[in-house]
């Protein structure tokens, strides 16, 4: 893989930060049975890792090598949203870690064409009759396809506010032309979200259209299913631009794709239980 000097100067950066959260980098070098000297090199910016070096530093820390190359603002906003911690908890679960690896076989070649940023577009359970755009992200994370996504609400009295923000984290998996995510909202810690996804091509967009379900442990927030539209972005993690296009929009907004707002209907289909 070839990487150019932005590309070096985000992964030392990434590095640098990763070792700052451990205390101590003679903590770090030791545990990875790497030269201190050489590892300086690294935290510079002047050497990358050879290939083994760098898979044992990437599996140290619990990331895989590309998101170590990852801009630093958007890896610095995935790591302090606590994104690797929350799944690596889960992962450590007996029951989680049988069920990831009956769900991941076969599977693990079929989503490299999925990892990036998204537009999500549903209805929303909260302003009747709006569409919210949240920001959907896809990434993979040694053997297993991750993803989180940023929901945010602005407030009925003051628009440029926000009133509520919701984050998602959990699990993807491509399976015979579909995908299928789990997740759980880490604000609340109270609801789950189910749902399956089936990827489309139109023209140069693309797009994959869906269903999803969520169900919280209180009534703060009403069990629902409805239809959910992702239009692909670009690569990479979301970021500032993605994060300041998320709200609630009129339905007839110019900014919607027509082939999210056509597959989306006019919003009666969405159940909820009252």
């Known amino acids: 893989m070839n990487h150019d000097a932005g590309n070096i100067a985000d992964f030392a950066a990434n590095l640098r930060f990763l070792c700052e959260r451990q205390g101590s980098i003679s903590t770090v070098c030791r545990k990875i049975a790497l ?13 990358l890792p050879s290939p083994q070096n760098m898979s044992l530093i990437a599996n140290f820390f619990g990331v895989s090598v590309s998101i170590l190359f990852s801009p630093a603002f958007e890896f610095r906003t995935l790591v302090e949203g606590n994104f690797f911690q929350v799944m690596e908890k889960l992962r450590e679960s007996p029951e989680v870690t049988k069920f990831i690896e009956t769900a991941i076989i076969g599977a693990k070649s079929d989503g490299n064409d999925l990892v990036g940023v998204y537009d999500r577009y549903q209805y929303s359970s909260i302003y009747k ?6 920001a959907y992200c896809i990434y993979r994370n040694n053997d297993f396809y991750q993803h989180y996504y940023i929901e945010r609400f602005p407030s009925y009295d003051a628009p440029d ?28 810690r109270n609801e789950l979200t189910f749902g399956v996804f089936a990827p489309v091509q139109r023209s140069s967009k693309k797009f994959m259209f869906g269903i999803t379900s969520g169900i919280a442990a209180t009534m703060f927030r009403q069990p629902y299913s409805t239809k959910v539209a992702l239009h692909y972005r670009g690569p990479g993690l979301i970021g500032r631009q993605q994060l300041k296009s998320l709200t609630v929009l009129n339905a007839k907004d110019p900014s919607i794709p ?4 056509q597959f989306l209907g006019d919003g009666s289909d969405m159940i909820q239980i009252m």
């Not at 030269?35 to 050497?47: P, V």
């Open 35 to 47: 030269n201190r000297q050489q590892f300086n090199k690294y935290l510079s910016g002047l050497h």
């Open 258 to 261: 027509k082939e999210a707002l």
């Open 129 to 134: 009759g709006s569409i919210l755009r949240s």
């Open 161 to 188: 506010k926000i009133d509520y923000v919701f984050k998602y984290y959990g699990f993807v998996f491509p399976v015979a032309g579909r995908v299928f995510s789990v997740d759980f909202e880490r604000t609340q």
